[in-house]
């Protein structure tokens, strides 16, 4: 039982070590090795400076393999930087041009928003409603209830109602639905 414990505790150490290494971008591993194979070599020359001659003769292949792996890997190494950095470029210059499609997109959603407001003000004037009851249709148009008005307002229900009565006939509407939907339907697509 104690071996299937042990077991057990080693695959999920190797699951975490894996999830680890698998969120890893390439270039950590690549930067990884390079940095092992580097560390390798330079202790390779320091032993070669400080042990006897023949046995850097008989050994003269390996370092020249060494030392040709090691300048592939600086060579592909800056291959690697080169295109990530051109890649991130690219990306650069895509997001710059998102960013001005959407600065465009939001300085017209902004003019349609101060459009659809000014032709609320205008029809405000048009239909002659005073101060308060223009401030009581703004609050009637975001949705809220006769009651919610009343409590913002600091008035009693029966002087909101009173308003809204008024805001009704003033516009031709018979009640809040029809008044919101006297603004709304204008900005909806036409029905087949």
Known sequence: ????????EKIELGKLLMKFLLQQEKRFYFFAFYVFFMTFWVMEEILTFYLNTSWIRSSQ?????METLVGSFSIFGIYFLFKELKDNKLNIDSAKE???S??????????????????????FKSWNLTEAEKEIAILLLRGLSNQQIAAIRGKSLKTIENQAFSIYQKSGTTGKLEFIAYFISPLLPEED
């Open 61 to 65: 292949m390996y370092f020249t393999v």
């Open 1 to 8: 039982m104690p071996e299937l414990v042990h077991l057990l």
């Open 102 to 123: 959407l600065k465009t997109k939001n300085q017209k959603l902004n003019d349609i928003n101060l459009s659809f407001w000014n032709s609320i003000q205008d029809q």
């Open 98 to 100: 998102v960013i001005e």
